[in-house]
Structure formats: structure tokens, C-alpha cells
């Protein structure tokens, strides 16, 4: 996640006194967190660990708690699917595992809506807030500590509570930061096959991030408009180490054989690094506003067995929308490439098989044999001359995601 300066005056603890003295939140003191199966965007203490997320038969829950046992200070929050009781009975409930004794509810609101919320007060004290969302089901937030903690919780809890937004692909509230969003989630610093979100908006059109990169290393770099709405258009440009252009990309134009969801998404494709260094890798909307997700994946390769099947496995997500797999043919084989998607996935599998020369040798969204349904194939495929070919797996027009597996054959 983002790499945030830590603020020396976020929490402080006394573990003699076993006391906690809480300073207002910055936004370089709180960490934004997508909670992907909550669909809510939040922010926690940037010296904690990173949230620990479950999910369970009524819903889902993220836990957020201080390294060690720091006064035994937690906060949760969670949601119940169609929810059977009133809210003060399930926070009811869930302070009284946490060995705190309500109080009678009062009227609160949560991420705008009509809230119930409770106390409790005693050798452990506890807040928590519930609310019924849109979709009918129910948010809650809660959390105790040991006495001594109880304006520590207060703080963090307020913060943690007023960041909450509407979907996970969204930004969240900067704690104390009066109505202001976080501008991206995930380290400036982009890692491998991870995506972070990041985002443009009229007064902040263009964002940087950087990649650590070794020369000859093949990487591809994707962004799309992450919400799905083609109101962002998006490009991409990446400079080398010494501040020379290494490649841009304002559409992407590979059709409905290329995997990202509009025109409007932008890819690097298969670029190789010219030395050693961080690149700079540039966002900025050619036009429109609005979260957007990137990441950077590296081409991966693969050794063909003539005489067994060759299996890879790899996935297709909503930003990473295609991968690469290389290998090194002779000129006469005969493959067979078969791609499927793996069982209850939504992935429209689709493969495109490139040349040494970087021509498009074959393609395929739905293989002939009916029997293969939507997976895809190229069949008996010549390979025509010596040299390093590119297999791309990817999805028919942006449709699906998943895990898939690719069987390569020899075939006479």
C-alpha cells in the first residue's frame, strides 16, 4: 500500500501507564485501503498493520488493530447480508463479545445515511454505528479497547468512520481533511503483477508513478477506467532513467482481440527496458475525470516439451487484461494452443499467437470444436522461421475475469 510518512504525534503509547494520547489525522498518517468484498473504500493508521480481511456465512469483515497488544484497541467493520433483527441487536451483539456492556441507542449517521449507534463504558469501553445501505444490506463499524484507551478509540474510531465511501474502487475521505479524497491507493512505486488505483481530476489531470526496471526486461503497463464508465480517456507515457521517451500509448488498438474494456484504456505492450534504472510511467486524462487502476506485468516465458503437453496457468483481471508468454520455436514445428478458462469464472478466453517479427501469426476468441464452448484454440499453427514467438493470452472484448490455463500440443 502507499508508502505514507508516519507522523510522530498519530498515537503514542505509555505501556507502563497502559495510556494512549492521539494527535489530529494528517493524510500522511492514515494509509487508504480498498475492502474489495465490502465494495467500501476506507482509511487506517498508517503505522498499523494492513487490515485483515474475512469472509463469513452473513458477510464480510476487515479487522483493523496496532502491531502487538497495544491496549487491546480493534476496530472492525462489517457486513451482513440481508440482515434478519434490528441493528442495535447485532451491535448489541458484537460489543458484548468484546466484553463491553451497551448503552441505550441514539440516532447517528454513517456515510450519509441514518445510523443507530451505542456505547459502552466500563473496564473495557466500545463504540459502534450501524446503518442499512441501498442494496439492503447492513454496514456496521465497531470498536473496544481498555479504558485507559478510550480517547485513543474515540479518535481513531471517528477517523476510520468518516473516511468510509461507496465503493471499493473509489477514494476515501482523508480523515480530518474536511470533504478531501485521497489521490491514489498503492505505493507511488508500482510492483509487479499488483494494481493500484490512482486519480485524475480537473485540478490534478496527470499523476507519475515509477517502476524499478533491469535492462532487456520485457514488462507490458496497463490503465483503464477502473468504475467501467468510458468517461475517462487515459494515456500513457513512459521515459527511461536518463528522461528519454521509451514508449506512449493513447488507445490501445488491438480490438476486440485485446482484453481492456474501451478505446479509452490505454497499454504499453512487451516493452523492452534499454538499461537498468526507475522509469517514470505518466498518466493523464486526455479527457474526463475519475479513479483509474494501473499495473505493470513482466513477459513471462515458457520451454515447449515436443513430446508431452505443455501447461501454463495465469489470470485475467479487470486491469491486467492480457498476458504474454514467450518461447523459442524452429521453423516446420506444428503447435496447437488451447486456452481455458477455469470452471465458474466469467473469462471469455481469446489468444494471439506473434511471429519473431512481430507479426500477428494467428488469432482466436471461440475455438471450432463446439465442444470447447467460449474457450479458444489455434490449430496446427506452422511456426515459419527460427526465433522468439509471443502467445498473448487475453479476453474477447474486455469481457470477464478469472484464472485460465493454456495446453500447448505438438502436433504432426
Known amino acids: 500500500m502507499m508508502k505514507c510518512r508516519i507522523t510522530a504525534l498519530i498515537l503514542t503509547l505509555a505501556c507502563a501507564l497502559g495510556m494512549m494520547n492521539f494527535a489530529r489525522a494528517q493524510a500522511d498518517s492514515y494509509t487508504p485501503f480498498s475492502w474489495m468484498e465490502g465494495d467500501i473504500a476506507l482509511a487506517y493508521p498508517a503505522d498499523w498493520p ?12 476487515v479487522q483493523l488493530q496496532p502491531a502487538g497488544e497495544n491496549a487491546n484497541l480493534q476496530i472492525s467493520l462489517e457486513i451482513i447480508e440481508t440482515p434478519v433483527g434490528r441493528l442495535f441487536d447485532l451491535l448489541y451483539e458484537r460489543m458484548r463479545r468484546a466484553g463491553v456492556t451497551v448503552s441505550v441507542p441514539v440516532n447517528s449517521t454513517l456515510m450519509g445515511l441514518a445510523a443507530t449507534e451505542v456505547r459502552g463504558e466500563a473496564s473495557t469501553i466500545g463504540i459502534g454505528r450501524g446503518t442499512l445501505r441501498a442494496d439492503g444490506n447492513a454496514l456496521l463499524i465497531y470498536g473496544s479497547a481498555d479504558a485507559a484507551a478510550s480517547d485513543a478509540l474515540a479518535a481513531i474510531f471517528e477517523d476510520v468512520a468518516g473516511s468510509l465511501t461507496s465503493g471499493a474502487r473509489q477514494m476515501p475521505l482523508i480523515p480530518g481533511g474536511d470533504g478531501v479524497r485521497f489521490d491514489r491507493i498503492g505505493g507511488e512505486r508500482l510492483e509487479l503483477n499488483r494494481t493500484a488505483l490512482g486519480s485524475l481530476e480537473t485540478s490534478t489531470a496527470a499523476q507519475s508513478w515509477t517502476y524499478a526496471g533491469m535492462a532487456g526486461e520485457e514488462i507490458s503497463v496497463f490503465t483503464t477506467d477502473i468504475n467501467r464508465l468510458e468517461s475517462l480517456n487515459l494515456r500513457l507515457r513512459m521515459t527511461s532513467p536518463d528522461g528519454a521517451l521509451v514508449a506512449e500509448n493513447d488507445s490501445h488498438n488491438g480490438g476486440v482481440f485485446y482484453g481492456l474494456f474501451s478505446l479509452y484504456d490505454a497499454a504499453l505492450s512487451n516493452v523492452v527496458l534499454p538499461a537498468d534504472g526507475v522509469y517514470t510511467i505518466a498518466v493523464d486524462s486526455v479527457f474526463g475525470t475519475g479513479v483509474y487502476g494501473i499495473g505493470v506485468e513482466r513477459t513471462q516465458s515458457l520451454e515447449l516439451d515436443p513430446a508431452n503437453a505443455t501447461r501454463v496457468q495465469g489470470v485475467i483481471d479487470d486491469v491486467f487484461a ?6 523459442a ?3 516446420g514445428e506444428v503447435y496447437t494452443f488451447t486456452m481455458f478458462a477455469a470452471e465458474g469464472t466469467t473469462l471469455d478466453p481469446a489468444l494471439r499467437l506473434f511471429a519473431p517479427d512481430g507479426s500477428t501469426l494467428a488469432q482466436n476468441d471461440d475455438a471450432r470444436d463446439v465442444s ?3 474457450n479458444a484454440q489455434l490449430v496446427r499453427i506452422v511456426l515459419p522461421a527460427d526465433g522468439i514467438y509471443r502467445l498473448e493470452a487475453t479476453r474477447y472484448a474486455g469481457e470477464g475475469e478469472g484464472a485460465y490455463e493454456i495446453v500447448i500440443v505438438a502436433t504432426a
Open 50 to 61: 494492513a487490515p485483515i480481511r474475512t469472509t463469513m456465512e452473513m458477510g464480510a469483515v
Open 322 to 327: 492480457a498476458e504474454t508468454w514467450s518461447f
Open 329 to 331: 520455436g524452429r521453423a
Open 372 to 374: 470447447l464452448g467460449l
